[in-house]
């Protein structure tokens, strides 16, 4: 598949189920980050099972659905009155998707299309008027920045709506600190405008280590907000900038609560038995080699990130640590790269 440089023509994206539900100023909003793909015949659009994040349209030619066994369900001609819906829409698809000829398609952002819907129906808030501040053109970019996350996209529309809602805009400085390290969690944050520098303070440096950079769209300040435990990290502007923030309260109620899910020792052993999850354990190797669940795989969770190409996306994991705080903050990483995972309530102590 091939993305292309032309955008639909506004008149047939009007034409679109259910994008023609929208009013026009958010039809507009979602028509400039639609975008159009060319496939070859025989290639695959997407397989079955897939949970990608969305919304397929047929535009041109004709695609084949095709179930697990291979067989052929039906084809779709993009001249059917059924191209004006999604192609084998949901999570996961129940199809596969192949070109049976050339064809040219659309993706739309199905995340930021229920949400534009959801406040369409609701009147209850447009999304150009989230910030009480005029935070410019740039303004539905960090909306759909932030809705290309998927640590978002497992959230209903009306939380969406919510979280949008609740969020507050913060004007910043070049060399403002937003967040300091092992001060209390207090926000969660994403860059609508400017830079931010990650620095760690190290012992035996004199001055803090600069240990990323965080462009416009990026998000941060959730692992202390989860776990409820101080700054891991000093976040700096590098440059003059737009943020928007979500109190601890809003985050733990929106997000955190609704993503990330606890398990009893009883039932996170028993799926581990029926080998419909893996444990994973987030403590330290010393911690680990005192004492760990049986067949656990060992990630400090320092390491998880950069070491979650170990991991596999097919397999679920219970995440564990001694009291739950780390796993918490292991389990929000991965829900958020993709993985299926639960953490085990209030650690390996409860086992």
């Known amino acids: 598949m091939t993305a292309t440089a032309e955008t639909i023509d506004l008149a047939k994206f009007r034409t679109l189920v259910p994008i023609s539900a929208l009013r026009d100023h958010n039809?507009?909003?979602?028509?400039?980050?639609?975008?159009?793909?060319?496939?070859?015949?025989?290639?695959?659009?997407?397989?079955?099972g897939s949970r990608d994040s969305d919304s397929i349209y047929l535009l041109d030619g004709e695609i084949e659905l095709v179930d697990a066994d291979n067989a052929i369900h039906r084809t779709l001609s993009a001249t059917s009155p059924d191209a004006l819906h999604r192609v084998a829409h949901g999570a996961p698809r129940q199809f596969a998707a192949r070109a049976k000829t050339p064809i040219r398609y659309l993706r739309v952002d199905t995340a930021l299309l229920d949400v534009l819907l959801t406040s369409d129906q609701t009147g209850t808030f447009e999304v150009v008027e989230i910030s009480a501040g005029d935070i410019g053109d740039d303004g539905g970019d960090w909306m759909a920045a932030v809705l290309q996350n998927r640590l978002f996209q497992r959230l209903p529309p009306e939380k969406l709506q919510a979280m949008f809602m609740r969020m507050e805009q913060l004007d910043v400085n070049q060399g403002d600190i937003v967040i300091k390290q092992n001060a209390p969690g207090d926000f969660f944050y994403v860059i609508v405008r400017g830079r931010c520098g990650v620095f760690r303070d190290m012992p035996g440096r004199a001055h803090p280590l600069k240990v990323a950079e965080l462009p416009s769209g990026s998000c941060f300040g959730e692992d202390a907000l989860i776990s409820d435990s101080p700054r891991n990290a000093t976040v700096v502007m590098l440059e003059p900038g737009v943020l928007m923030r979500l109190s601890k309260t809003d985050f733990n109620h929106l997000l955190a609560n609704s993503i990330i899910k606890p398990l009893l020792a009883g039932e996170a052993k028993r799926r581990v038995a029926a080998k419909e999850a893996h444990w994973l354990d987030v403590r330290m190797p010393n911690e680990f080699a005192n004492a760990h669940m049986d067949g656990a795989v060992n990630i400090p969770l320092f390491m998880l990130r950069a070491k979650l190409d170990k991991l596999d996306k097919s397999t679920p994991y219970i995440v564990y640590c001694d009291g739950g705080?780390?796993?918490?903050?292991?389990?929000?990483?991965?829900?958020?790269?993709?993985?299926?995972?639960q953490f085990l309530k209030d650690g390996i102590s409860a086992s």
């Not at 979602?30 to 397989?47: G, K, S, W």
């Not at 705080?325 to 995972?341: D, P």
């Open 27 to 48: 039809l507009q909003r979602l028509h400039a980050r639609a975008r159009v793909f060319t496939a070859n015949a025989a290639e695959l659009i997407f397989p079955v």
């Open 325 to 341: 705080h780390r796993s918490m903050i292991a389990a929000f990483i991965l829900e958020r790269n993709g993985f299926q995972v």
